[in-house]
């Protein structure tokens, strides 16, 4: 039978990917029936110029724009994608290469973009991060333990007079920010317009009673026009932050919105909301570590990571190479779970690990990834015995005596709050 297909044309196990070449790391599986050249072949075939059947006419450029799958490993291969074919700047026409019709083909049974190797070439035509850690820790006063953060519990209910109340005793407890929640954007009963303007004089009277400088992260969500009108209202009203759930709002909004938020020297919060539709299934779809990447090429300042010992799904190891990935310089390339990455000039992304984090397993968090990130800590203050003031206050003594090497229990017995907490909670991991 004539071949009518030329999907193998799209791998070359001697080829060696020069620098201006985009990298990608999949883990895939053939369907039945398809061996493992032709599914390489498929995916680097479909995610560049190829299409299912061989063609009349070729342009004279085809060698120049096809993509190779040039390295394969057990259920790894490594794809190379020619810098010519993506438009500088343009995030979602990357997403439609390397992230498209590939994960819908029937010859797959699984596929997973695990990571992204990011040539110069291309990163250089984005800002990145407008604060970077070491802005954020300058804008809050904060420099040498973690910045402290808790969302109002439940996340959606309290009237917007409410909702500053509870944002208030955090500040008071001790916390620098207070966070709206993901699903948290504008109701009848708390108007986004409303919840700025009375967490505006809330923050300003936390601040004269502390002394300290506090904050809020109050959530943009919606209709880029709206959002853009939103995060003015943030400005006008002297916050620093806009939080973005990024994933809902798209990447071509994200990229809107980091423009806007430079305009009035807003940090982004990024909520990332939906992530586990597309990174949970470690057989397919795409990794949270490729997902953080992307976030900070286009430049958001904080970003959620995970906690691995709070509510929410993600090991150790994931959590930790997100961790790096956001905040290092550069990468170096490890077999079968992360490429070679060269950050130049784009400034690093603060982690926030949060999700059923109490003061009884601040020290695992702490252990884990260090001071230099973001502590959220939400339904464990706000159900504190000693209502949320009491709460924060249990929350910033546990992180006191983790970074002095004390035992908790041995901290507690001069600290109510604290013991308060371990009473309640002790040491247990939520599901």
Same mark, same amino acid.
């Given at each position: 039978?004539?071949?009518?297909?030329?999907?193998?044309?799209?791998?070359?196990?001697?080829y060696r990917p020069s620098k201006t070449d985009v990298?990608? *790391?999949?883990?895939?599986?053939?369907?039945?029936?398809? %061996?493992?050249?032709?599914?390489?072949?498929?995916?680097?075939?479909?995610?560049?110029?190829?299409?299912?059947?061989?063609?009349?006419?070729?342009?004279?450029?085809?060698?120049?724009?096809?993509?190779?799958?040039?390295?394969?490993?057990?259920?790894?291969?490594?794809?190379?994608?020619?810098?010519?074919?993506?438009?500088?700047?343009?995030?979602?026409?990357? *997403? %439609?290469?390397?992230?498209?019709?590939?994960?819908?083909?029937?010859?797959?049974?699984?596929?997973? *973009?695990?990571?992204?190797?990011?040539?110069?070439?291309?990163?250089?035509y984005f800002r990145g991060p407008e604060f970077g850690?070491?802005?954020?820790?300058?804008? $809050?006063?904060?420099?040498?333990?973690?910045?402290?953060?808790?969302?109002?519990?439940?996340?959606?209910?309290?009237?917007?007079? !409410?909702?500053?109340?509870?944002?208030?005793?955090?500040?008071? /407890?001790?916390?620098?920010?207070?966070?709206?929640?993901?699903? $948290?954007? %504008?109701?009848?009963?708390?108007?986004?317009?409303?919840? @700025?303007?009375?967490?505006?004089?809330?923050?300003?009277?936390?601040?004269?009673?502390?002394?300290?400088?506090?904050?809020?992260?109050?959530?943009?969500?919606?209709?880029?026009?709206?959002?853009?009108?939103?995060?003015?209202?943030?400005?006008?009203?002297?916050?620093?932050?806009?939080?973005?759930? @990024?994933?809902?709002?798209?990447? %071509?909004?994200?990229?809107?919105?980091?423009?806007?938020?430079?305009?009035?020297? =807003?940090?982004?919060?990024?909520?990332?909301?939906?992530?586990?539709?597309?990174?949970?299934?470690?057989?397919?779809?795409?990794?949270?570590?490729? =997902?953080?990447?992307?976030?900070? =090429?286009?430049?958001?300042?904080?970003?959620?990571?995970?906690?691995? @010992?709070?509510?929410?799904?993600?090991?150790?190891?994931?959590? *930790?190479?997100?961790?790096?990935?956001?905040?290092?310089?550069?990468?170096?390339?490890?077999?079968?779970?992360?490429?070679?990455?060269?950050?130049?000039?784009?400034?690093?992304?603060?982690?926030?690990?949060? /999700?059923?984090?109490?003061?009884?397993?601040?020290?695992?968090?702490? !252990?884990?990834?260090?001071?230099?990130?973001?502590?959220?800590?939400?339904?464990?203050?706000?159900?504190?015995?000693?209502?949320?003031?009491?709460?924060?206050?249990?929350?910033?003594?546990?992180?006191?005596?983790?970074?002095?090497?004390?035992? $908790?229990?041995?901290?507690?017995?001069?600290?109510?709050?604290?013991?308060?907490? =371990?009473?309640?909670?002790?040491?247990?991991?939520?599901?």
């Amino acid at each position: 039978m004539r071949n009518i297909d030329w999907y193998q044309d799209f791998v070359d196990l001697r080829y060696r990917p020069s620098k201006t070449d985009v990298v990608c *790391l999949f883990r895939f599986e053939p369907s039945e029936a398809i %061996s493992r050249i032709e599914a390489v072949g498929r995916i680097a075939s479909e995610s560049s110029a190829g299409t299912w059947t061989t063609l009349t006419n070729l342009p004279k450029t085809i060698e120049k724009v096809k993509a190779r799958s040039f390295e394969i490993d057990g259920n790894f291969v490594k794809v190379a994608y020619p810098g010519d074919i993506w438009e500088p700047a343009n995030v979602p026409q990357l *997403l %439609s290469g390397i992230a498209g019709n590939i994960f819908g083909m029937k010859a797959l049974k699984n596929l997973r *973009l695990v990571d992204v190797s990011l040539p110069s070439s291309y990163i250089k035509y984005f800002r990145g991060p407008e604060f970077g850690i070491q802005g954020i820790r300058k804008i $809050l006063n904060v420099y040498k333990r973690p910045i402290t953060g808790a969302v109002a519990k439940p996340k959606i209910g309290w009237s917007a007079e !409410e909702h500053a109340k509870i944002a208030y005793d955090t500040w008071i /407890g001790g916390f620098d920010l207070v966070k709206d929640d993901e699903n $948290l954007t %504008s109701t009848w009963f708390n108007k986004f317009e409303d919840r @700025v303007k009375i967490c505006s004089k809330m923050r300003d009277k936390a601040e004269k009673e502390t002394g300290k400088r506090k904050s809020a992260l109050i959530n943009i969500t919606g209709e880029t026009r709206l959002m853009i009108k939103r995060a003015k209202r943030l400005h006008d009203f002297g916050f620093e932050y806009a939080m973005i759930d @990024v994933v809902t709002v798209g990447i %071509s909004a994200l990229q809107t919105l980091r423009e806007i938020c430079h305009d009035y020297k =807003l940090a982004i919060h990024a909520h990332r909301a939906m992530h586990a539709a597309f990174d949970r299934n470690p057989k397919h779809g795409l990794s949270m570590l490729f =997902l953080a990447k992307i976030c900070r =090429l286009i430049g958001v300042d904080q970003l959620h990571i995970g906690t691995v @010992v709070g509510k929410l799904a993600g090991t150790r190891h994931e959590v *930790l190479d997100i961790k790096n990935e956001v905040t290092s310089k550069s990468i170096k390339d490890r077999k079968s779970r992360m490429l070679r990455q060269n950050w130049n000039n784009i400034k690093s992304v603060l982690p926030v690990s949060s /999700g059923g984090i109490h003061p009884g397993i601040i020290p695992d968090v702490l !252990e884990m990834m260090g001071t230099d990130i973001a502590l959220l800590v939400s339904g464990g203050i706000h159900g504190h015995p000693g209502g949320t003031c009491g709460g924060a206050r249990a929350a910033i003594q546990s992180i006191e005596a983790t970074m002095q090497n004390i035992p $908790l229990r041995q901290y507690a017995k001069s600290h109510p709050e604290l013991s308060a907490a =371990l009473d309640k909670w002790g040491r247990v991991r939520p599901q």
